[in-house]
């Protein structure tokens, strides 16, 4: 059974940068593609980024070039950096997986973790 984990969500200044953690149990990561969503207070969950099996990664305009999603398939993890966070940037984050070689928006993932709260204050 496919199982996430995610880990390294908390509170941060605005212009501050922290790296959520997720780890995937239940399946090889090298077989599947895994990324971030989050919901924001009052909001539908968004796409934030994805990796493919093949690396090649997908970011929301909102989160480009201040964030950098990166996967170690040895143990089984995907890591995702944000930089020059904003308080916008606040939100709930999850962590998905689906047993893909690619996927193309929107995709509905199967498999979701149960969530790690950002906080930006500004």
């Known amino acids: 059974q496919v199982h996430l984990v995610e880990s390294g969500g908390g509170w941060v200044q605005a212009g501050g940068s922290l790296v959520l953690s997720c780890v995937l149990s239940?399946?090889?990561?090298?077989?599947?593609?895994m990324g971030w969503y989050r919901q924001l207070p009052g909001k539908s969950r968004e796409l934030v980024a994805t990796v493919t099996v093949g690396g090649r990664t997908d970011y929301a305009d909102s989160v480009k070039g201040r964030s950098t999603i990166s996967r170690d398939d040895a143990k089984n993890s995907v890591d995702l950096q944000m930089n020059d966070l904003k308080p916008d940037d606040t939100a709930v984050y999850y962590c998905v997986f689906e047993k893909v070689v690619t996927v193309r928006r929107p995709y509905e993932y199967d498999h979701w973790g149960q969530g790690t709260q950002v906080i930006v204050s500004s």
């Open positions: 239940g399946s090889p990561l090298r077989v599947g593609t």
